[in-house]
């Protein structure tokens, strides 16, 4: 880009502050100037990251949504899962030089999280689930919704007198982190995960990582503080908006009930939503990825996100009934009969099922089951005798909640 076009651009993008709100111009100029920083951004990575098309496209659009992150309710944390070797460093560091207020961390202690801002790089992230991370690990559990907070009691002195206040800081944040042994059933599921391969191209693993001098990383960091000043996404009607359209839809579909104030929204936000609508997109899902669907529209590439949405999601929901206990004993319990049946019995055909060892997997015993039964709600009746605890399994509930993870 000439000197000149420079000029130029900055001149564009100061002059959506003086257009109308919802002008043909302003529109216009936004989504171009969006467009152009995706575009740069996935040039970066397809320069020095080896992967797939969905990941280049989530992770360009991740690192845009991090300058616009307190617009979001929530905001997903990326994951990388890789063998050694696989770049999961090297991604890092391009994340960290984009990313808003990029920092990049070898560990992460919990004053680290909540005293600073900015987006988090977290490499080798490994055994989150030991026991001395229970605290760090329930604060990363909350940061990637709007209003979690730590709550801290400071010193101050007053006029000679020493007395404890509260201190209040906020944990919501741009989180990256990457590993190869993979992550913790709930805190991966407030990941978007993606899995990074050994490449054998020299074109990617003779490149040195020149990030701090590139060019193209200066222009896109620049260009990135300038457009975030100066576009703004308005996201609080776009969420309120959503809930509105789906209570119509769902009324309108599902029910006999009239509906009588129907909503009117811009043709351009109806479509939005039928679209989001038509994925089947839900729950944790539509949580993790509407910052990213919101910012694809505004890009105009929404459609391409969405094809990789369904992929994503489906490959999410074969890893959940694979790794999830709960997923895996609603999946046991489906196939048994209701007849009464021993706890203890019952763990050990479960424990089969799993292919699980006693020695490797003490957790998995019969007060486990018995806990994990009541939980899922999925005990029909219970008796004690002689030998223990009988049960007759709930099995049209199980087969009832298999239907949600097909």
Same mark, same amino acid.
């Given at each position: 880009?000439?000197?000149?076009?420079?000029?130029?651009?900055?001149?564009?993008?100061?002059?959506?502050?003086?257009a109308e709100p919802d002008g043909f111009e302003k529109q216009q100029i936004k989504q171009e100037a969006?467009?152009?920083?995706?575009?740069?951004?996935?040039?970066?990575?397809?320069?020095?990251?080896?992967?797939?098309?969905? *990941?280049?496209?989530?992770?360009? %659009?991740?690192?845009?949504?991090?300058?616009?992150?307190?617009?979001?309710?929530?905001?997903?944390?990326l994951f990388f899962n890789a063998m050694r070797g696989s770049a999961k460093t090297r991604t890092l560091?391009?994340?960290? *030089?984009?990313?808003?207020?990029?920092?990049?961390?070898?560990?992460?202690?919990?004053?680290?999280?909540?005293?600073?801002?900015?987006?988090?790089?977290?490499?080798?992230?490994?055994?989150?689930?030991?026991?001395?991370?229970?605290?760090?690990?329930?604060?990363?559990?909350?940061?990637?919704?709007?209003?979690?907070?730590?709550?801290?009691?400071?010193?101050?002195?007053?006029?000679?007198?020493?007395?404890?206040?509260?201190?209040?800081?906020?944990?919501?944040?741009?989180?990256?982190?990457? *590993?190869?042994?993979?992550?913790?059933?709930?805190?991966?599921?407030?990941? %978007?995960?993606?899995?990074?391969?050994?490449?054998?191209?020299? %074109?990617?693993?003779?490149?040195?990582?020149?990030?701090?001098?590139? @060019?193209?990383?200066?222009?896109?960091?620049?260009? %990135?503080?300038?457009?975030?000043?100066?576009?703004?996404?308005?996201?609080?009607?776009?969420?309120?908006?959503?809930?509105?359209?789906?209570?119509?839809?769902?009324?309108?579909?599902?029910?006999?009930?009239?509906?009588?104030?129907?909503?009117?929204?811009?043709?351009?936000?109806?479509?939005?939503?039928?679209?989001?609508?038509?994925?089947?997109?839900?729950?944790?899902?539509?949580?993790?990825?509407? @910052?990213?669907?919101?910012?694809?529209?505004?890009?105009?590439?929404?459609?391409?996100?969405?094809?990789?949405?369904?992929?994503?999601?489906?490959?999410?929901?074969?890893?959940?009934?694979?790794?999830?206990?709960?997923?895996?004993?609603?999946?046991?319990?489906?196939?048994?009969?209701?007849?009464?049946?021993?706890?203890?019995?019952?763990?050990?055909?479960?424990?089969?099922?799993?292919?699980?060892?006693?020695?490797?997997?003490?957790?998995?015993? @019969?007060?486990?089951?018995?806990?994990?039964?009541?939980?899922? *709600?999925?005990?029909?009746?219970?008796?004690?005798?002689?030998?223990?605890?009988?049960?007759?399994?709930?099995?049209?509930?199980?087969?009832?909640?298999?239907?949600?993870?097909?």
């Amino acid at each position: 880009m000439s000197e000149e076009e420079v000029k130029m651009r900055a001149i564009n993008l100061l002059e959506l502050k003086k257009a109308e709100p919802d002008g043909f111009e302003k529109q216009q100029i936004k989504q171009e100037a969006l467009k152009e920083i995706y575009e740069d951004i996935q040039h970066i990575l397809r320069d020095y990251v080896d992967t797939s098309e969905e *990941n280049y496209m989530i992770i360009a %659009l991740w690192i845009m949504g991090t300058y616009y992150h307190d617009n979001f309710l929530t905001y997903p944390y990326l994951f990388f899962n890789a063998m050694r070797g696989s770049a999961k460093t090297r991604t890092l560091k391009i994340i960290k *030089n984009l990313a808003w207020e990029g920092d990049m961390l070898a560990s992460l202690s919990e004053a680290v999280l909540f005293r600073t801002r900015g987006s988090l790089c977290i490499d080798e992230f490994e055994r989150i689930d030991n026991k001395d991370k229970n605290a760090l690990r329930e604060l990363l559990n909350t940061a990637y919704k709007k209003g979690g907070c730590v709550k801290r009691m400071k010193k101050k002195k007053t006029l000679g007198e020493e007395s404890m206040v509260v201190e209040e800081f906020d944990t919501f944040r741009p989180i990256c982190m990457a *590993n190869i042994s993979g992550m913790e059933e709930v805190l991966g599921d407030r990941c %978007l995960a993606l899995v990074l391969e050994k490449s054998n191209n020299p %074109l990617f693993t003779k490149k040195v990582e020149d990030f701090e001098w590139n @060019p193209l990383f200066q222009k896109v960091r620049g260009e %990135l503080v300038s457009v975030v000043t100066c576009v703004y996404m308005h996201t609080q009607n776009m969420y309120i908006d959503w809930n509105r359209y789906i209570i119509y839809t769902h009324t309108l579909l599902h029910t006999n009930t009239p509906y009588n104030n129907i909503p009117q929204f811009p043709q351009e936000t109806e479509v939005f939503f039928r679209k989001i609508n038509e994925t089947g997109v839900d729950g944790r899902h539509l949580e993790l990825f509407m @910052p990213l669907m919101i910012i694809a529209k505004e890009i105009g590439i929404l459609d391409e996100l969405l094809v990789f949405v369904k992929i994503l999601i489906g490959k999410k929901k074969i890893d959940e009934i694979i790794e999830s206990k709960d997923v895996m004993l609603y999946q046991f319990i489906s196939q048994q009969n209701t007849e009464w049946i021993n706890i203890k019995d019952l763990t050990n055909m479960f424990r089969n099922y799993c292919g699980e060892e006693t020695a490797e997997d003490p957790w998995l015993n @019969p007060r486990w089951m018995g806990k994990a039964l009541k939980r899922l *709600n999925l005990i029909g009746i219970k008796r004690r005798i002689g030998e223990g605890v009988q049960v007759v399994l709930n099995v049209e509930k199980a087969k009832l909640k298999m239907e949600i993870f097909k």
